[in-house]
């Protein structure tokens, strides 16, 4: 899945691969197994879709986290 997005002031694009996993319900041995969760893993391309490592360097732990949480809420 692709999407835009503002890193640090500058539009791209990012380019994710997840896998949602979904919850048991009440009946899971864990809260998390309950719940579910989503694996992804994430590529920051220019606007053109090329791979921007430049942009890349720009990641913080606050925008690498909003940027998960955009996966989890499109997948």
């Not at 979904?22 to 899971?28: F, H, L, R």
């Not at 053109?48 to 606050?62: H, I, M, S, V, Y």
């Not at 986290?65 to 989890?72: G, L, P, R, S, T």
């Given at each position: 899945?692709?999407?835009?997005?503002?890193?640090?002031?500058?539009?791209?694009?990012?380019?994710a691969t997840s896998n949602v996993v979904?919850?048991?319900?009440?009946?899971?041995p864990s809260e998390l197994d309950a719940r579910?969760?989503?694996?992804?893993?994430?590529?920051?391309?220019?606007?053109?879709?090329?791979?921007?490592?430049?942009?890349?360097?720009?990641?913080?732990?606050?925008?690498?986290?909003?940027?998960?949480?955009?996966?989890?809420?499109?997948?």
């Open positions: 899945m692709k999407f835009e997005y503002r890193l640090a002031g500058i539009p791209c694009i990012i380019e979904k919850g048991q319900g009440y009946s899971a579910g969760w989503v694996e992804s893993t994430f590529s920051v391309l220019d606007r053109r879709g090329r791979p921007a490592a430049w942009l890349e360097r720009k990641l913080t732990d606050k925008s690498t986290q909003d940027i998960n949480e955009m996966i989890a809420e499109l997948s």
